[in-house]
């Protein structure tokens, strides 16, 4: 009888410890999502410069490569500056006013015409 007992009770136990390890899962990847969420809403969409770029130097598709950011990396006093990859199309034609080193980001202040 007392071998019966334990048995029940171990599977009891089995089938408790599967269940609370089932909810320590869902839970972590409930938390993980709500993180990336969090952070994706924190990312912003920014232009670099995709190669070395010469002062005088008319902007091509292929001088121009997409970033994210997260937007806590950005200086605040540099944020309006940046050229966003929405605006990709508008600084297409206009000409740098300096030297803008392959992967810097693009920023206003360093093209001449800018919209």
Avoid: C, F
Avoid at 41 to 55: N, S
């Amino acid at each position: 009888m007392a071998e019966q007992e334990y048995e029940i009770r171990n599977k009891h136990m089995l089938i408790v410890a599967g269940a609370l390890g089932l909810v320590a899962v869902l839970l972590v990847l409930w938390n993980e999502s709500r993180i990336r969420r969090e952070n994706d809403e924190d990312l912003i969409d920014i232009l670099v410069a995709a190669r070395d770029l010469k002062a005088d130097q008319r902007l091509t598709d292929e001088d121009l490569g997409p970033e994210r950011l997260p937007k806590r990396l950005v200086p605040q006093d540099i944020l309006d500056d940046i050229a966003r990859a929405s605006d990709r199309d508008s600084l297409l034609n206009l000409e740098t006013n300096q030297e803008v080193g392959k992967g810097k980001i693009m920023g206003y202040t360093y093209l001449r015409g800018s919209p």
